[in-house]
């Protein structure tokens, strides 16, 4: 089945206690992001990569790392968490200019 | 850049009640255009797309949507709702010619349906 896998989907955390929020599709897509989503503002891009090794920022990176050493993993790193960093996240991934698969929501509480 | 407004932020209605739920994009080329449904405690899931043809694209679980390029809207509807449609509903438009990168999603609008 296809998907785009997350984990955890849940995590309370405390500021600055270093964290990564994995991602994995089993689509053989090349191009890879990373959204948060936050009541009243919808999803707004961290991160995205168009293929292995090719990472950009997008509309929201401060605080956020990614990293692309397969075509399949797109792990989310937060290096000091911080409370405003609280918010729902979600990998998706798609090929080409087709519409984009997401994966089921990561959930994080930094207190 | 484009940008995407969806101006209703919460809907309620009865069930088989009728919907439309506003979306309008800026950008001045052309564009592809989507609709993602989310249902509560769940991922975004495709609803429908529009690359090019047809203006009024039909999708999945009895949705439609219309494109109006003078109007530089893409409205969804569905002729009678149920309780299960209660979701948020996010509305994305791309350059046609842009890489997934350029996605845009609107603030999303929330829709409660009434049994």
């Known amino acids: 089945e296809a998907q785009v896998t997350q984990n955890p989907r849940y995590l309370i955390t405390v500021t600055g206690k270093k964290l990564t929020v994995t991602c994995s599709q089993n689509?053989?897509?090349?191009?890879m992001s990373w959204y948060r989503q936050d009541p009243g503002l919808g999803l707004r891009q961290i991160y995205y990569?168009?293929?292995?090794?090719?990472?950009d920022k997008g509309d929201v990176p401060e605080g956020y790392k990614v990293s692309r050493k397969e075509k399949r993993n797109f792990p989310l790193i937060l290096e000091s968490p911080s409370p405003n960093q609280t918010s729902l996240y979600f990998c998706?991934?798609?090929?080409?200019?087709?519409?984009?698969?997401f994966g089921d929501g990561t959930r994080l509480s930094i207190l | 850049a484009q940008s995407v407004s969806q101006h209703n932020h919460h809907v309620i209605l009865s069930e088989a009640a009728s919907l439309e739920l506003g979306c309008n994009y800026s950008?001045?080329?052309?564009?592809?255009l989507f609709w993602y449904v989310q249902y509560p405690g769940q991922h975004l899931q495709l609803l429908l797309k529009y690359f090019s043809g047809d203006p009024l694209v039909k999708g999945i679980k009895g949705f439609e949507a219309e494109f109006i390029k003078s109007k530089f809207s893409f409205n969804l509807r569905k002729p009678s709702v149920q309780w299960s449609d209660t979701a948020e509903y996010f509305c994305a438009v791309k350059p046609s010619s842009g890489s997934a990168r350029q996605l845009t999603f609107g603030s999303g609008t929330q829709l409660t349906v009434l049994p």
């Open positions: 990569s168009m293929n292995v090794e090719v990472t």
């Open positions: 998706a991934s798609s090929l080409g200019g087709q519409p984009m698969h």
């Open positions: 689509m053989n897509h090349e191009y």
């Open positions: 950008y001045g080329g052309t564009v592809n």
